[in-house]
């Protein structure tokens, strides 16, 4: 909510809003689901994700859904939403079993979540955020170069698309709340680039990965933009589980994510995912956003 | 031109209007569709961009009271999905804010976020006053002449009809102009095909309303060089005006042959009264000193004692003179008008007179003498006239032939009508027929008719000759006396 303070009056209102939707889709919620959350081999596992990965997902979830029901023998269902914080919310309340969350909301919610998994990218579990800008923009070299134009962030529970370009922007000491002209979220990192790429902002914070890996499917629309800096290497977005999680289910779970390579079918998944594959996580592999959210938040309101 | 048109022939003139009038009527009523075209394919693309304008402006109300640019930049993109754009976008789509600053657009290096909508351009700074002053709570539409384009700008309201923004189209003209040529080449190529059928059509029409004119002009430009059936056979019979002027035409040349026999017929009158005055003054003047030759001569045989030689040169003379005196009395014509008056008896006598001829030449004589009571005419030069000409008539009929006298009278006048077949006679001789000698061959008919054409003159009568056909036709009218 602190990012800018032109967009607290109507942030407030929508966010209001959120709220009376959620509600009413958790009493419907509850009165579908089972009244039991045992270990019941039917129960649904519940999976939440964001756009953290692509903006095409739904079929691809629907084969990963598939690929895990396969392997786990149990039901797997996924749950998307677009804002970072629906997803963290529900798990937050468990009605999710695992989630696809950025190391952003990890760090913020470690006592309510449990790392399951974590994706590697380029063989490590790493990426970085990206300062990208119009391709015909040649000049821009760093945020400082930004003063006084319109940027897009993607969400403001992301690490890579609002938490690094805070910390980078405080560190060389500018105020992110007075540098731009104007700020908005897209709420997704495709749609940064999409925003950047079609001359909305004059620039954008965007998950180094998620821009790679739209270099290798869509190049005329990546083309479009200028990767202007790259941020230092952070966490990759990990996958958590609920606290209260079954440990058989959550090492089940493990086993499977991680076995994805050995498969043809994961193999083939992971391939869309332009990832190498899943590795158990270590817990300092989020230090980097830990110190970072410290340093942010001593200088500036952050959203909870 | 005028004078070129104003020459032009009505074979061509008539033809040509009807084409000019078919192909004005036929270009002004294209003229009109392609306006009318026009004007509904461009009230078609404003009403479709007045409508998608407040479908936005519902569904773009949240976003704007939320500040959510993203958002509201998706739905601005929606309804242009799929639209390449060249170098001049052929739709844009922006949402202004309340204050007339770009919200958002569809075309962010147009229109640049929170630019204001005045500094875009002239045309963008006029529709701002427009929306501001003419109607913040309804669309308003512009036309910018410099981009061809059209701009409608439809108000984003709250629910308490606040004004919170503005959702603002541009969309190229050149959107519904090629609708518009493809219309309008339709349209052109139905009109020519129209026109194939119709100018054809009104050219032969034309050219038959003109033909009677035509040929009206052109046989009145052969009067007096063709003969009159050749000048009226192609008249056009009608009631409208050109049938009208074809009859005033016939009447005309009715007039003109009437005034021209009547001048003819004036002009012989005058030389043969010309003539007769000539012969008479002569034969006075020959007279006198005859008469006193003649006395002379008689006097010497009476007293003188001459010797042969002389007797026979006497004798010679006196031929001489009596034959002088016979044809200068055929010339001096004298009526004698103390005669008795004209009787059926009369009549009768001239047609015993006149047999010994008939039977010489067997020609018959079909008498109708429609006379019974005397007339109040000197019976003497009526007699001569008759039998000059009943004599003329059967020397001039053929062998066996037919002579036809006709007698008939009413309260005023006689009319003789001696008519007979045979040989015509040569319209150049007609004309000379009652002059004195006109006849060569014949030296005893030479001074009839110059006699018979006296006495009627002195009786104030007129007579006519015809000869047509295989009918030489005289016809004397001699009105009575007003008292004998």
């Not at chain 2, 936005?56 to 601005?76: C, H, Q």
Request: overall charge neutral; proline content about 6%.
């Amino acid at each position: 909510m602190g990012h800018g303070r032109r967009t607290l009056e109507p942030a407030a209102v929508s966010e209001s809003r959120r709220r009376a939707l959620r509600q009413a889709a958790a009493l419907l919620l509850a009165g579908l689901a089972p009244p039991t959350r045992g270990q019941s081999r039917s129960r649904v596992i519940r999976i939440g994700t964001t756009a953290v990965i692509l903006n095409d997902q739904f079929s691809f979830l629907d084969e990963w859904a598939r690929y895990l029901q396969a392997q786990i023998g149990r039901p797997v269902s996924f749950v998307h939403r677009s804002r970072y914080r629906e997803i963290t919310e529900l798990l937050l309340s468990d009605e999710l079993d695992f989630a696809w969350v950025c190391g952003y909301p990890y760090v913020s919610h470690r006592q309510a979540m449990r790392l399951l998994a974590v994706p590697l990218y380029r063989g490590r579990p790493l990426y970085r955020s990206y300062l990208i800008v119009p391709s015909p923009d040649l000049k821009t070299s760093s945020f400082a170069d930004l003063k006084g134009e319109i940027f897009a962030y993607s969400d403001p529970n992301s690490n890579s698309g609002f938490l690094v370009p805070q910390y980078e922007m405080l560190r060389a000491g500018l105020d992110p709340l007075t540098l731009f002209r104007k700020s908005f979220f897209t709420y997704a990192h495709g749609k940064v680039v999409v925003a950047v790429a079609n001359g909305i902002a004059h620039g954008g914070a965007v998950d180094g990965y998620v821009w790679e890996t739209l270099a290798l499917r869509t190049p005329e629309l990546t083309r479009r933009t200028r990767v202007a800096a790259k941020s230092d290497e952070y966490g990759f977005p990990p996958l958590v589980a609920r606290r209260s999680i079954d440990e058989s289910e959550f090492r089940s779970m493990q086993k499977v994510l991680t076995g994805m390579p050995d498969h043809p079918a994961g193999q083939s998944l992971l391939k869309q995912l332009n990832l190498d594959g899943f590795a158990r996580p270590e817990e300092r592999l989020f230090d980097g956003i830990a110190k970072i959210l410290a340093y942010v938040s001593t200088r500036q309101r952050l959203v909870p | 031109m005028s004078s070129a048109l104003t020459n032009l022939s009505y074979r061509y003139k008539v033809p040509l209007s009807l084409s000019v009038v078919i192909v004005i009527t036929a270009a002004v009523v294209s003229a009109v569709l392609g306006w009318q075209a026009y004007r509904d394919l461009r009230g078609g693309l404003i009403a479709g961009a007045e409508g998608l304008g407040r479908t936005l402006s519902r569904a773009l109300l949240p976003s704007l009271l939320s500040d959510e640019v993203w958002s509201a930049y998706e739905m601005v993109m929606a309804p242009l999905e799929g639209i390449e754009d060249g170098g001049s976008p052929q739709k844009t789509i922006t949402v202004l804010d309340a204050k007339g600053s770009v919200f958002v657009s569809s075309h962010p290096a147009q229109f640049p976020l929170l630019a204001p909508l005045a500094s875009i351009g002239p045309s963008y700074a006029q529709l701002q006053r427009a929306i501001a002053t003419q109607a913040p709570h309804s669309p308003v539409q512009l036309e910018d002449r410099i981009n061809d384009r059209i701009l409608v700008a439809v108000p984003i309201l709250a629910d308490d009809g606040t004004h919170l923004g503005t959702v603002l189209l541009t969309y190229s003209e050149s959107l519904f102009l090629p609708n518009f040529y493809a219309t309008l080449t339709r349209g052109i190529v139905s009109t020519l095909l129209v026109l194939l059928v119709l100018v054809p059509l009104g050219w032969n029409i034309g050219r038959r309303m003109a033909v009677p004119l035509t040929g009206l002009a052109e046989s009145m430009a052969q009067i007096g060089s063709a003969p009159r059936a050749q000048l009226t056979e192609r008249l056009y019979r009608g009631d409208d005006e050109i049938g009208q002027l074809g009859r005033q035409f016939e009447r005309m040349l009715d007039e003109l042959e009437e005034k021209r026999n009547m001048e003819k017929q004036m002009i012989a009158a005058d030389r043969l009264a010309a003539i007769g005055r000539l012969t008479a003054g002569i034969a006075h003047e020959i007279n006198n000193p005859l008469g006193g030759m003649i006395n002379a001569i008689n006097t010497f045989k009476h007293h003188g004692h001459p010797d042969r030689v002389t007797e026979r040169t006497i004798s010679l003379l006196e031929r001489g003179l009596a034959q002088i005196r016979d044809t200068v009395g055929a010339l001096l014509v004298e009526a004698r008008m103390e005669s008795h008056a004209l009787s059926p008896d009369d009549m009768d006598d001239i047609r015993v007179l006149v047999q010994p001829q008939l039977s010489e030449r067997a020609v018959r004589l079909d008498w109708d003498n429609g006379v019974s009571e005397p007339l109040p005419l000197p019976s003497t030069p009526v007699r001569q006239i008759l039998i000059n000409l009943l004599l003329n008539a059967v020397q001039a009929a053929d062998q066996s032939g037919t002579v036809a006298c006709r007698l008939r009278c009413d309260d005023r006048l006689l009319v003789l009508d001696i008519c007979n077949d045979g040989q015509t006679i040569r319209p150049a001789l007609l004309e000379h027929l009652f002059e004195p000698f006109s006849l060569p061959s014949e030296s005893r008919s030479s001074l009839g008719l110059w006699v018979t054409y006296q006495l009627v003159q002195q009786l104030k009568g007129t007579i006519n000759v015809t000869s047509a056909g295989s009918e030489t036709r005289f016809v004397v009218r001699l009105p009575f006396a007003e008292n004998v």
